[in-house]
T-cell receptor, first 113, second 113 residues
Framework: QQQVKQSPQSLIVQKGGISIINCAYE??????FPWYQQFPGKGPALLIA?????SEKKEGRFTISFNKSAKQFSLHIMDSQPGDSATYFC????????????FGTGTRLQVTL | SQTIHQWPATLVQPVGSPLSLECTVE??????LYWYRQAAGRGLQLLFY??????ISSEVPQNLSASRPQDRQFILSSKKLLLSDSGFYLC????????????FGPGTRLTVL
């Protein structure tokens, strides 16, 4: 199966709170897991990515947690800010010449004041 | 750094008219290139990908076609547009040294009336 399941579909968080978005995959051949951030009318931009040889990766306020045995990974946004309001997509891919990303359905995050 | 250019930014076309969307890449050579479609409020659907000149793979049967006449040029076409072709079209590239890390263009908003 190539599907990547993402939840929740939408999320409202107060400024300063923690935003958590979860994804699950089925294909055990996936070995690259990025998160993309998309603002309305713009193309997605890579936010942070992880490979399955580590369980966590942190970049500033953004952290990916990865659970290989459960085939799940999540994005945590600490100290969420109104500027973080966007749609977030998880994705997964295999490596190789014809590498293709399989995207989750997206989470619309709104950070309120 | 790698950059994807897409044009036009927006397009309104009547049903049955032809389509040509262009994507060009800067900052890398021999990239994998991808066309995605994003329906309003939805995830990204991979339409075509290319690992080299004249090497195109189609992901879903549809009314569209793709061509790659030059290393850094990727074109999405249709002979006769359908209402269901409306959406946000995104071109993406994968630089060989950034294995799995796709970078996206700004997108083209297509409305078929």
């Amino acid at each position: 199966q190539q599907q990547v399941k993402q939840s929740p579909q939408s999320l409202i968080v107060q400024k300063g709170g923690i935003s958590i978005i979860n994804c699950a995959y089925e294909n055990t051949a996936f070995d690259y897991f990025p998160w993309y951030q998309q603002f309305p009318g713009k193309g997605p931009a890579l936010l942070i990515a992880i490979r399955p040889d580590v369980s966590e990766k942190k970049e500033g306020r953004f952290t990916i947690s990865f659970n290989k045995s459960a085939k799940q990974f999540s994005l945590h946004i600490m100290d969420s800010q109104p500027g973080d309001s966007a749609t977030y997509f998880c994705a997964a891919s295999t490596t190789g010449t014809a590498s293709k990303l399989t995207f989750g359905t997206g989470t619309r995050l709104q950070v309120t004041l | 750094s790698q950059t994807i250019h897409q044009w036009p930014a927006t397009l309104v076309q009547p049903v049955g008219s032809p389509l040509s969307l262009e994507c060009t890449v800067e900052g890398t050579s021999n990239p994998n290139l991808y066309w995605y479609r994003q329906a309003a409020g939805r995830g990204l659907q991979l339409l075509f990908y290319s690992i080299g000149i004249d090497q195109i793979s189609s992901e879903v049967p549809q009314n569209l076609s793709a061509s790659r006449p030059q290393d850094r040029q990727f074109i999405l076409s249709s002979k006769k547009l359908l209402l269901s072709d409306s959406g946000f079209y995104l071109c993406a590239g994968l630089a060989g040294q950034f294995w799995g890390e796709q970078f996206f263009g700004p997108g083209t908003r297509l409305t078929v009336l």
